[in-house]
């Protein structure tokens, strides 16, 4: 770039810029240019798109949420069940000894 040392360098060259500027915004498409309207379509078209995948990742998530919820759900009966029975067992077992026992104090 050359060194512009005079006002009237600098003013030149500042309208010529400007020139340079108008002109390439005088080139750009109308609205209502096809090529303008087919690239908005294609622009809505891909935000709808990315729209309906999130909303299909946030339903998939509320359902791996919702089976998740339905497992542990089931591990807790589950771990209730085997907890009654366990119990259930373990006085069977009492009984038993404590039936046997009388039965051994009502021998002597």
Not at 79 to 94: C, F, H, I, L, N
């Amino acid at each position: 770039m050359k060194i512009l040392d005079r006002f009237q360098d600098r003013q030149q060259a500042s309208a010529t810029a400007k020139a340079r500027l108008v002109a390439r915004l005088a080139e750009r498409p109308s609205a209502d240019d096809p090529a303008v309207i087919a690239r908005a379509a294609e622009r809505k078209a891909a935000a709808e798109a990315r729209e309906a995948a999130r909303i299909a990742r946030k339903e998939a998530a509320a359902a791996a949420a919702e089976a998740a919820a339905a497992a542990a759900e089931a591990a807790r009966a589950a771990a209730a069940e085997q907890a009654v029975a366990d119990e259930a067992a373990r006085k069977a077992k009492r009984d038993e000894r404590y039936a046997a026992r009388k039965a051994r104090v009502g021998q002597r």
